[in-house]
């Protein structure tokens, strides 16, 4: 059944489907190809296909998440440089959860590292995006769609994490992957940093749904840009 979703500030959330009313656990999200903007050269992130919800109470409306990507593994942004135009973030909402506002936030952070593991994690922001009022009135999966704007081009060879802040206190469900792996998506629940690989009942088995649009630029030597503290954050 097709679904319609109202947004506000001019923000799209794509359906993906769903049957409204029946429970979480029959509606497997539909197989979709990730397919890049029109004013995108490639897309970083979490680009696996959805094959389930997260546990319970992992999504209150109130958290960050952050996705771990090394662009030049996805993109071949020749020119030395890119930015993220668009953040995503695959939502899964049952029928007693909508109507849902939100304010979404998107932002590029550093990478640091920690020093007993190699593990990196979070680090300072790099871009911090406007934020953004959603209202999600039909239950199903919904691909939240955030723009950043005015974030300079970065160093592409260095790796960062994508990150999107919810408030408003709206429940939901991650759509995740089927494919686990620690040091790679985390969310701050209001306490730091949590590695999600470690939540029992984060996700059953798989990484959320997270992933960018990117824009490749030419990067000049001189170009002041916040990946300095990206290259900073890796050895500290």
């Given at each position: 059944m097709k679904t319609h979703a109202r947004i506000i500030a001019c923000i799209c959330l794509l359906i993906l489907g769903a049957a409204a009313g029946a429970p979480a656990a029959?509606?497997?999200?539909?197989?979709?190809?990730h397919p890049a903007e029109a004013t995108a050269d490639c897309q970083i992130?979490?680009?696996?296909?959805?094959?389930g919800i997260s546990g319970p109470e992992l999504f209150t409306g109130n958290e960050a998440f952050a996705y771990l990507v090394n662009p030049q593994d996805q993109c071949g942004c020749t020119e030395g440089g890119f930015t993220v135009e668009t953040f995503y973030q695959l939502l899964f909402f049952e029928p007693q959860q909508v109507p849902a506002l939100m304010q979404v936030v998107p932002r590029l952070l550093a990478v640091n590292i920690a020093?007993?593991?190699?593990?990196?994690?979070?680090?300072?922001?790099?871009?911090?995006?406007?934020?953004?009022?959603?209202l999600v009135e039909e239950p199903g999966y919904q691909l939240v769609t955030v723009p950043m704007e005015q974030c300079p081009l970065q160093w592409f060879d260095q790796p960062y994490f994508l990150s999107l802040g919810y408030e408003g206190g709206s429940p939901a469900f991650l759509a995740i992957d089927d494919q686990p792996a620690p040091c790679v998506e985390y969310v701050d629940r209001g306490f730091g940093w949590e590695d999600m690989f470690l939540i029992p009942d984060k996700t059953?088995?798989?990484?959320?749904?997270?992933?960018?649009?990117?824009?490749?630029?030419?990067l000049s030597v001189d170009n002041e840009t916040g990946s300095w503290g990206t290259i900073k954050s890796l050895y500290r």
């Amino acid at each position: 059944m097709k679904t319609h979703a109202r947004i506000i500030a001019c923000i799209c959330l794509l359906i993906l489907g769903a049957a409204a009313g029946a429970p979480a656990a029959d509606l497997p999200p539909e197989r979709w190809d990730h397919p890049a903007e029109a004013t995108a050269d490639c897309q970083i992130g979490n680009l696996n296909d959805a094959v389930g919800i997260s546990g319970p109470e992992l999504f209150t409306g109130n958290e960050a998440f952050a996705y771990l990507v090394n662009p030049q593994d996805q993109c071949g942004c020749t020119e030395g440089g890119f930015t993220v135009e668009t953040f995503y973030q695959l939502l899964f909402f049952e029928p007693q959860q909508v109507p849902a506002l939100m304010q979404v936030v998107p932002r590029l952070l550093a990478v640091n590292i920690a020093p007993t593991t190699g593990c990196m994690f979070p680090g300072p922001e790099v871009c911090l995006g406007q934020p953004v009022t959603i209202l999600v009135e039909e239950p199903g999966y919904q691909l939240v769609t955030v723009p950043m704007e005015q974030c300079p081009l970065q160093w592409f060879d260095q790796p960062y994490f994508l990150s999107l802040g919810y408030e408003g206190g709206s429940p939901a469900f991650l759509a995740i992957d089927d494919q686990p792996a620690p040091c790679v998506e985390y969310v701050d629940r209001g306490f730091g940093w949590e590695d999600m690989f470690l939540i029992p009942d984060k996700t059953g088995g798989g990484k959320h749904i997270l992933f960018g649009d990117v824009v490749c630029g030419a990067l000049s030597v001189d170009n002041e840009t916040g990946s300095w503290g990206t290259i900073k954050s890796l050895y500290r």
